[in-house]
T-cell receptor, first 111, second 114 residues
Framework: SQQGEEDPQALSIQEGENATMNCSYK?????LQWYRQNSGRGLVHLIL?????REKHSGRLRVTLDTSKKSSSLLITASRAADTASYFC???????????FGAGTRLFVKA | NAGVTQTPKFQVLKTGQSMTLQCAQD?????MYWYRQDPGMGLRLIYY???????DKGEVPNGYNVSRLNKREFSLRLESAAPSQTSVYFC?????????????FGPGTRLTVT
Protein backbone atom coordinates (compact mmCIF):
# COMPACT_ATOMS: atom_id res chain seq x y z
CA SER A 1 0.00 0.00 0.00
CA GLN A 2 1.14 3.53 -0.70
CA GLN A 3 2.36 5.51 2.31
CA GLY A 4 2.43 8.95 0.74
CA GLU A 5 -0.54 10.43 -1.07
CA GLU A 6 0.00 13.57 -3.11
CA ASP A 7 -2.55 16.23 -3.75
CA PRO A 8 -3.43 17.46 -6.31
CA GLN A 9 -2.91 14.66 -8.82
CA ALA A 10 -2.31 17.25 -11.54
CA LEU A 11 -1.60 20.98 -11.56
CA SER A 12 -1.40 23.41 -14.48
CA ILE A 13 -0.05 26.94 -13.93
CA GLN A 14 1.48 29.83 -15.84
CA GLU A 15 5.20 30.51 -15.82
CA GLY A 16 6.08 32.79 -12.92
CA GLU A 17 3.32 31.52 -10.64
CA ASN A 18 3.95 29.47 -7.52
CA ALA A 19 3.11 25.77 -7.38
CA THR A 20 2.14 24.00 -4.17
CA MET A 21 1.90 20.24 -3.80
CA ASN A 22 0.84 18.37 -0.69
CA CYS A 23 1.68 14.95 0.64
CA SER A 24 0.00 12.99 3.41
CA TYR A 25 1.28 9.82 5.00
CA LYS A 26 0.03 7.27 7.49
CA UNK A 27 2.73 6.06 9.87
CA UNK A 28 5.63 7.51 11.84
CA UNK A 29 8.56 8.50 9.69
CA UNK A 30 12.23 9.22 10.07
CA UNK A 31 12.32 11.61 7.15
CA LEU A 32 10.40 12.68 4.09
CA GLN A 33 11.95 13.31 0.70
CA TRP A 34 10.74 14.95 -2.49
CA TYR A 35 11.80 13.75 -5.93
CA ARG A 36 11.18 15.02 -9.46
CA GLN A 37 10.69 12.84 -12.53
CA ASN A 38 10.82 14.21 -16.04
CA SER A 39 8.83 12.24 -18.56
CA GLY A 40 10.37 8.87 -19.27
CA ARG A 41 13.34 9.36 -16.97
CA GLY A 42 14.55 8.30 -13.54
CA LEU A 43 13.81 10.25 -10.39
CA VAL A 44 16.00 13.09 -9.20
CA HIS A 45 16.26 13.91 -5.50
CA LEU A 46 15.18 17.45 -4.60
CA ILE A 47 15.16 17.80 -0.85
CA LEU A 48 15.08 15.80 2.41
CA UNK A 49 13.39 16.99 5.59
CA UNK A 50 13.85 15.12 8.87
CA UNK A 51 11.02 14.40 11.28
CA UNK A 52 12.36 16.95 13.79
CA UNK A 53 12.45 19.74 11.18
CA ARG A 54 9.49 21.91 10.27
CA GLU A 55 10.71 23.79 7.21
CA LYS A 56 13.54 23.61 4.75
CA HIS A 57 14.61 25.69 1.76
CA SER A 58 16.67 24.92 -1.31
CA GLY A 59 16.80 27.56 -4.03
CA ARG A 60 13.22 28.06 -5.27
CA LEU A 61 11.98 25.10 -3.24
CA ARG A 62 10.38 25.31 0.18
CA VAL A 63 9.29 22.19 2.04
CA THR A 64 7.26 22.07 5.24
CA LEU A 65 6.56 19.10 7.46
CA ASP A 66 3.78 18.78 10.04
CA THR A 67 4.23 15.49 11.87
CA SER A 68 1.10 16.03 13.97
CA LYS A 69 -0.99 16.09 10.78
CA LYS A 70 1.28 13.61 9.00
CA SER A 71 1.58 15.95 6.03
CA SER A 72 4.16 17.83 4.00
CA SER A 73 4.02 20.47 1.30
CA LEU A 74 6.39 21.39 -1.50
CA LEU A 75 6.30 24.96 -2.79
CA ILE A 76 8.04 25.89 -6.03
CA THR A 77 8.27 29.66 -6.38
CA ALA A 78 8.45 31.59 -9.66
CA SER A 79 7.90 28.45 -11.69
CA ARG A 80 9.50 27.92 -15.08
CA ALA A 81 8.53 25.80 -18.05
CA ALA A 82 11.49 23.55 -17.17
CA ASP A 83 9.76 22.70 -13.86
CA THR A 84 7.19 20.68 -15.83
CA ALA A 85 7.52 17.18 -14.37
CA SER A 86 5.98 14.76 -11.89
CA TYR A 87 6.80 15.32 -8.23
CA PHE A 88 6.81 12.51 -5.68
CA CYS A 89 7.03 12.49 -1.93
CA UNK A 90 8.77 9.54 -0.34
CA UNK A 91 8.72 8.55 3.30
CA UNK A 92 11.39 6.62 5.12
CA UNK A 93 10.42 4.76 8.27
CA UNK A 94 12.67 4.10 11.23
CA UNK A 95 13.79 0.81 9.69
CA UNK A 96 15.72 2.94 7.26
CA UNK A 97 15.73 1.18 3.93
CA UNK A 98 12.15 0.84 2.85
CA UNK A 99 11.30 4.07 1.06
CA UNK A 100 7.61 4.39 0.21
CA PHE A 101 6.64 6.65 -2.70
CA GLY A 102 3.33 8.35 -3.31
CA ALA A 103 1.55 8.38 -6.67
CA GLY A 104 2.86 11.84 -7.56
CA THR A 105 1.63 15.25 -8.69
CA ARG A 106 1.96 16.05 -12.38
CA LEU A 107 2.91 19.70 -12.77
CA PHE A 108 2.56 21.49 -16.09
CA VAL A 109 4.01 24.98 -16.35
CA LYS A 110 2.82 26.94 -19.39
CA ALA A 111 5.25 29.36 -20.98
CA ASN B 1 31.21 9.22 -13.80
CA ALA B 2 28.13 7.58 -15.31
CA GLY B 3 26.11 7.34 -12.06
CA VAL B 4 23.59 4.49 -12.20
CA THR B 5 23.31 2.58 -15.47
CA GLN B 6 20.71 0.00 -16.44
CA THR B 7 20.50 -2.48 -19.28
CA PRO B 8 18.52 -3.07 -21.36
CA LYS B 9 16.49 0.11 -21.93
CA PHE B 10 13.57 -1.77 -23.50
CA GLN B 11 12.53 -5.42 -23.49
CA VAL B 12 9.55 -7.40 -24.73
CA LEU B 13 9.02 -10.87 -23.30
CA LYS B 14 6.46 -13.58 -23.85
CA THR B 15 4.65 -15.01 -20.81
CA GLY B 16 6.83 -17.61 -19.14
CA GLN B 17 10.15 -16.34 -20.48
CA SER B 18 12.92 -15.34 -18.12
CA MET B 19 15.33 -12.45 -18.15
CA THR B 20 17.76 -10.51 -15.99
CA LEU B 21 17.85 -6.75 -15.65
CA GLN B 22 21.31 -5.40 -14.99
CA CYS B 23 22.23 -2.40 -12.85
CA ALA B 24 25.61 -0.89 -12.03
CA GLN B 25 26.73 2.19 -10.13
CA ASP B 26 30.13 3.87 -10.07
CA UNK B 27 29.63 6.09 -7.02
CA UNK B 28 30.98 3.56 -4.49
CA UNK B 29 27.54 3.41 -2.85
CA UNK B 30 26.82 0.72 -0.29
CA UNK B 31 23.06 0.38 -0.82
CA MET B 32 21.14 -0.51 -3.97
CA TYR B 33 17.45 -0.86 -4.77
CA TRP B 34 15.05 -2.15 -7.40
CA TYR B 35 11.69 -0.46 -7.93
CA ARG B 36 8.85 -0.85 -10.39
CA GLN B 37 6.62 1.97 -11.60
CA ASP B 38 3.22 1.28 -13.10
CA PRO B 39 1.38 3.91 -15.18
CA GLY B 40 0.18 6.85 -13.13
CA MET B 41 1.68 5.49 -9.94
CA GLY B 42 4.65 6.02 -7.72
CA LEU B 43 7.50 3.60 -7.31
CA ARG B 44 7.17 0.38 -5.34
CA LEU B 45 10.20 -1.26 -3.80
CA ILE B 46 10.84 -4.81 -5.03
CA TYR B 47 14.12 -5.69 -3.30
CA TYR B 48 16.99 -3.83 -1.76
CA UNK B 49 20.56 -4.54 -0.77
CA UNK B 50 21.73 -2.60 2.26
CA UNK B 51 25.34 -3.59 1.64
CA UNK B 52 27.39 -6.00 -0.44
CA UNK B 53 26.41 -9.55 0.42
CA UNK B 54 22.93 -8.79 1.75
CA UNK B 55 19.52 -8.59 0.10
CA ASP B 56 16.04 -8.09 1.54
CA LYS B 57 12.48 -8.07 0.29
CA GLY B 58 10.65 -4.85 -0.31
CA GLU B 59 6.97 -4.19 -0.82
CA VAL B 60 6.36 -6.35 -3.94
CA PRO B 61 9.01 -9.13 -4.15
CA ASN B 62 6.86 -11.98 -5.52
CA GLY B 63 8.00 -13.21 -8.93
CA TYR B 64 11.46 -11.66 -8.66
CA ASN B 65 14.92 -12.63 -7.47
CA VAL B 66 17.99 -10.47 -7.01
CA SER B 67 21.73 -10.86 -6.82
CA ARG B 68 24.20 -8.38 -5.38
CA LEU B 69 27.11 -9.50 -7.51
CA ASN B 70 29.60 -7.08 -5.97
CA LYS B 71 29.52 -3.56 -4.59
CA ARG B 72 28.87 -2.08 -8.04
CA GLU B 73 26.27 -4.43 -9.48
CA PHE B 74 22.75 -5.47 -8.46
CA SER B 75 20.69 -7.58 -10.86
CA LEU B 76 16.97 -8.36 -10.93
CA ARG B 77 15.73 -11.64 -12.40
CA LEU B 78 12.28 -12.59 -13.60
CA GLU B 79 12.18 -16.38 -13.70
CA SER B 80 8.81 -16.76 -15.43
CA ALA B 81 7.48 -13.46 -16.70
CA ALA B 82 3.78 -12.63 -16.37
CA PRO B 83 1.74 -9.80 -17.97
CA SER B 84 1.33 -8.29 -14.49
CA GLN B 85 5.07 -7.62 -14.52
CA THR B 86 4.74 -5.19 -17.42
CA SER B 87 6.18 -2.04 -15.93
CA VAL B 88 9.11 0.36 -15.89
CA TYR B 89 11.90 -0.87 -13.63
CA PHE B 90 14.25 1.52 -11.89
CA CYS B 91 17.46 0.74 -10.09
CA UNK B 92 18.77 3.16 -7.47
CA UNK B 93 21.71 3.46 -5.12
CA UNK B 94 22.56 5.46 -2.03
CA UNK B 95 25.68 6.02 0.03
CA UNK B 96 24.13 4.26 2.98
CA UNK B 97 20.59 4.15 4.27
CA UNK B 98 17.81 6.57 3.24
CA UNK B 99 17.72 7.88 6.79
CA UNK B 100 20.40 10.29 5.76
CA UNK B 101 21.20 9.80 2.12
CA UNK B 102 19.25 10.45 -1.02
CA UNK B 103 18.88 7.80 -3.69
CA UNK B 104 20.28 8.16 -7.19
CA PHE B 105 18.21 6.58 -9.94
CA GLY B 106 19.05 4.96 -13.24
CA PRO B 107 17.15 5.78 -16.46
CA GLY B 108 14.86 2.76 -16.21
CA THR B 109 14.03 -0.38 -18.21
CA ARG B 110 10.66 -0.53 -19.95
CA LEU B 111 9.46 -4.14 -19.86
CA THR B 112 6.43 -5.45 -21.71
CA VAL B 113 5.21 -9.00 -21.14
CA THR B 114 2.74 -10.29 -23.72
Amino acid sequence: SQQGEEDPQALSIQEGENATMNCSYKTSINNLQWYRQNSGRGLVHLILIRSNEREKHSGRLRVTLDTSKKSSSLLITASRAADTASYFCATVNTGGFKTIFGAGTRLFVKA
Amino acid sequence: NAGVTQTPKFQVLKTGQSMTLQCAQDMNHNSMYWYRQDPGMGLRLIYYSASEGTTDKGEVPNGYNVSRLNKREFSLRLESAAPSQTSVYFCASSARDPLSYEQYFGPGTRLTVT
